[in-house]
């Protein structure tokens, strides 16, 4: 099931990270990180949140990277 997530995730242009594991209460649970505007962007227009507090969290994190100083020197040139 992971894998298939993946796979859709890419078909939005979202490219994770490696998918990690991890053990609490003893079951195996699986992350994967999202790193750039592009991919929060994109992760945020076409999937979302649907918890408040992980949407406001996002749209600031996107908001801090599309007006940072790396990134208005990127779409600059």
């Known amino acids: 099931m992971l894998k298939s997530i993946i796979i859709i995730l890419k078909e939005f242009n979202i490219n994770p990270q490696i ?16 790193t750039g505007f592009k991919e ?16 406001k969290e996002f749209e600031l994190l996107i908001n801090k990277v599309k007006n ?7 779409t600059s040139v």
Do not use: A, D, L, M
């Open 19 to 34: 998918v990690r594991e991890y053990k609490k209460k003893e079951k195996s649970r699986y992350y994967f990180n999202i």
């Open 40 to 55: 929060y962007s994109n992760f945020f227009k076409i999937i979302g949140c649907t918890s408040p507090k992980k949407k």
């Open 68 to 74: 940072s100083k790396y990134q208005k020197n990127k």
